[in-house]
DNA sequence: GGAATCACTGGGCAATCTGCTCAGCCGAAT
DNA sequence: ATTCGGCTGAGCAGATTGCCCAGTGATTCC
């Protein structure tokens, strides 16, 4: 468990050209094609890389707003509230988390008027006793993994 | 703006099965090829689709905690807060919000332990005048696209 | 010490896919 | 009626992929 420099090498270099190909990557690590080939393998079936999936930006789809909301449950209707969530498209992600709330959710809408009703459709559920909303502004610092693979590549042993 | 019928399904192809190729993409869909290129070329200069970059699990690179943290910021101190938390692996994604915190990130960590110390990076920073904490737990519903592409494919319009 | 294991190299092969182009067709908008 | 944009089906040269092999160096194990 754990990636080496190459590793690093590789995933960064993926994550910033993804259309680039195993041959043309091997060029530029100076290694071998299969030695690429076997270190993507790998990587795919240790579960370091999930995947390729496309990356799709909400707010081109017509959902420029996003919020996060902190759902506190009745207890015992957990499972209720999570069937219930995973129905709505709106909501991108969900989390059962400690702390104030006992769930946190990714939610996107179509304008904050809209939000209104995905909010209403999300709590709109037995379970649900209270729900608190952030609407997201701005986004300084969008989803990335690269520099946590760059600090796990040094060998960055924490054990 | 938007997306049609077609659209989504091709992006749920990909999403499905990302190694799979414009020429197999037209197969299964049933349209010619030129015709998938066309529309992958648009989506992708539309912004719908950003890119095709690895999904990498930080668990994976040995950091199964990951936790949402609720800042505080001191007046006037955002940017530097914001250029402050950049410069931390471990945040992986940061949000400014309404309501009750200022910021919202999420976190990883190798343990709960290490989250400690990732937490004092965090808010070991001037401009930060508290934070909240929430560890996650369960991921009922992972970060997902598929459901919102399938609904705006539908002609969804909520203009 | 000696043998086995593992990762990497460098090469080769057939099959496939890509990027690009073209002409024809069709519906919609002007 | 004409133009425009999107789709089809086809073709082509060039590049890439998946797969195979043998040789090498390092590490581990008996």
């Known amino acids: 468990m754990g990636i080496d420099r190459l590793d690093g090498r590789i995933i960064t270099l993926l994550a910033r050209e993804p259309r680039i190909g195993v041959l043309e990557m091997s060029r530029r690590l100076g290694v071998a094609r299969g030695t690429v080939q076997a270190r ?7 579960g370091v890389i999930r995947g390729f999936g496309p990356q799709v930006d909400p707010a081109a789809l017509g ?3 996003t919020a996060f909301a902190t759902l506190q449950i009745r207890q015992g209707q957990g499972a209720d509230v999570r069937a219930h969530l995973a129905t709505v498209p709106e909501v ?3 989390h059962t988390t400690t702390g104030t709330g006992d769930m946190l959710c990714r939610l996107v809408a ?3 008027a809209d939000l209104q009703r995905v909010i209403d459709r999300v709590v709109g559920f037995d379970g649900i006793v209270r729900a608190s909303t952030a609407i997201v502004m701005e986004n300084p610092v969008p989803l990335r993994i690269i520099p946590l693979v760059e600090q796990a590549a040094l060998g960055d042993r924490g054990d």
């Open 92 to 94: 991108l992600e969900l």
């Open 110 to 112: 179509r304008s904050n």
């Open 40 to 46: 993507l393998d790998r990587l795919q079936s240790n």
């Open 63 to 65: 959902y420029p707003v």
